[in-house]
T-cell receptor, first 112, second 114 residues
Framework: DAKTTQPNSMESNEEEPVHLPCNHS???????IHWYRQLPSQGPEYVIHGLTSNVNNRMASLAIAEDRKSSTLILHRATLRDAAVYYCILRSFTGANSKLTFGKGITLSVRP | DSGVTQTPKHLITATGQRVTLRCSPR?????VYWYQQSLDQGLQFLIQ???????AKGNILERFSAQQFPDLHSELNLSSLELGDSALYFCASSTREWGSYEQYFGPGTRLTVT
């Protein structure tokens, strides 16, 4: 599986935007970029995914670099409930490969 | 609430014992995945079933086995337990065999081996 690199941690203030970076320089053409998050004492939760174009949903936005070697998860207005570990994961759809390979993720702290 | 249920929530047992963890996927989901989360190894994929058949294997020990039943619920059996098996075990489900964008995770079973 292609690897992703994320900072260990990040802090933000409540109600401010948060940009969580992810580097994936060895990404292949069939790799989708997925983001999951894990709130304290809960199972991981799907956030967003994309291939080449920027994506928006009710939870977040995903900005993908033109060369696809990096991406940024954007939380438009952080809330205390957004404090979690955020995982950036590459997932190929060539063949039967559905597993999620989690790295260490980035721990987001939100200050009131 | 993801719609995935796992029982029990907590399990405490002794070394050498055997336990069974149970997972009920979201209604309509045919794929079930098992993951283990420990402090030193992080979240690791163990095994996937689709409609009753094993589809993919990850870092699953030989002492561990799983199955998916005709009603689509799944069980993860852990035997000859060791202290190092203490971890959170998550089950996830998705609609398709592969290519599904989202996996829905249950709340986990916390296993403590003493």
């Amino acid at each position: 599986d292609a690897k992703t690199t994320q900072p260990n941690s990040m802090e933000s203030n409540e109600e401010e935007p948060v940009h969580l970076p992810c580097n994936h320089s060895t990404i292949s053409g069939t790799d989708y970029i997925h983001w999951y998050r894990q709130l304290p004492s809960q199972g991981p939760e799907y956030v967003i995914h994309g291939l080449t174009s920027n994506v928006n949903n009710r939870m977040a936005s995903l900005a993908i670099a033109e060369d696809r070697k990096s991406s940024t998860l954007i939380l438009h207005r952080a809330t205390l409930r957004d404090a979690a570990v955020y995982y950036c994961i590459l997932r190929s759809f060539t063949g039967a490969n559905s597993k999620l390979t989690f790295g260490k993720g980035i721990t987001l702290s939100v200050r009131p | 609430d993801s719609g995935v249920t796992q029982t029990p929530k907590h399990l405490i047992t002794a070394t050498g014992q055997r336990v069974t963890l149970r997972c009920s996927p979201r209604s309509g989901d045919l794929s079930v995945y098992w993951y283990q989360q420990s402090l030193d190894q992080g979240l690791q994929f163990l095994i996937q079933y689709y409609n009753g058949e094993e589809r993919a294997k990850g870092n699953i020990l030989e002492r561990f086995s799983a199955q998916q039943f005709p009603d689509l619920h799944s069980e993860l059996n852990l035997s000859s337990l060791e202290l190092g098996d203490s971890a959170l075990y998550f089950c996830a489900s998705s609609t398709r065999e592969w290519g599904s964008y989202e996996q829905y995770f249950g709340p986990g079973t916390r296993l403590t081996v003493t």
